[in-house]
């Protein structure tokens, strides 16, 4: 049969050799990189794909958390020696005293500065009802009087 030749690698598109040990290489290259983001060995070589991308987009989560973090601490830094530096200044008047400390975290400050506009929010909103209901109710008793003197007379 004519028809009935072996098939090549060509007939099956697979990849050469080159392209393999190419794709080989790539793999053996990336393998530390992914065991420093905590994956094992077995995990990259014999799991999910999709968990090395997991892995990937886990790192760059802690990437920026800990970017954030590091910035966090300069705005501290920045801050304290701001806070000190009247009494750093050469020319600074005897009994010249630094600014105190921040009572608390910035991020605390700002959630307490958070809930107290809420809190602020929550009463000005209820003052509006009350108003609203002081107002619907001295329409109405008005009504009431005037409709007593109507029909008085």
């Avoid at 392209?19 to 077995?42: N, R």
């Avoid at 010249?96 to 809190?119: H, R």
Wanted: glycine share 4%.
């Amino acid at each position: 049969m004519e028809g009935s030749r072996p098939k090549s690698e060509e007939d099956f598109g697979t990849k050469s050799k080159v392209e393999s040990a190419s794709l080989t290489q790539t793999f053996e290259k990336l393998c530390p990189i992914y065991m420093s983001y905590g994956m094992s060995y077995d995990e990259f070589w014999y799991g999910s794909p999709y968990r090395a991308k997991f892995y990937r987009e886990a790192k760059e989560i802690s990437t920026k958390e800990k970017d954030t973090e590091f910035w966090m601490q300069g705005v501290y830094i920045y801050d304290a020696l701001c806070r000190v530096s009247p009494i750093l200044h050469a020319f600074s008047k005897s009994g010249t005293k630094p600014l105190p400390y921040v009572e608390m975290p910035y991020l605390s400050a700002k959630e307490e500065k958070e809930k107290q506009i809420s809190k602020e929010q929550q009463l000005e909103n209820e003052r509006l009802i009350a108003q609203l209901h002081f107002k619907k109710w001295a329409e109405a008793t008005a009504r009431h009087f005037e409709e007593k003197e109507v029909s008085n007379d």
